[in-house]
């Protein structure tokens, strides 16, 4: 359930305890804009960065097949954070 709160809505800030109430106000949304960045960047630094460096032992043939396949789709994805992110 927690990994289904964090990726698979738009705002997960709210998901957190205690911060549902933030919802709709500009200090929530600032907070979750922040909230949301900060996650991008640990998704970008371990998640792509990471793997693309330094594939999982026994796992470096799939890794690159993967990022080879998916690398419209992942470079799509950057542009709208960035887009969305104004980074």
């Not at 709160?5 to 705002?11: M, Q």
């Not at 470096?60 to 709208?80: D, G």
Request: charged share 20%; hydrophobic share 35%.
């Amino acid at each position: 359930m927690s990994i289904q709160s964090l990726i698979f809505v738009p705002d997960p800030y709210f998901n957190e305890p205690g911060y549902e109430g933030l919802r709709g106000s500009k200090e929530g949304e600032e907070l979750s804009s922040c909230y949301n960045g900060t996650i991008r960047e640990g998704t970008l630094s371990e998640a792509l960065f990471n793997q693309m460096l330094y594939p999982s032992l026994f796992f470096e043939e799939a890794i690159a097949r993967h990022f080879t396949c998916k690398s419209r789709c992942l470079l799509a994805q950057l542009e709208n954070w960035q887009v969305a992110y104004k980074v």
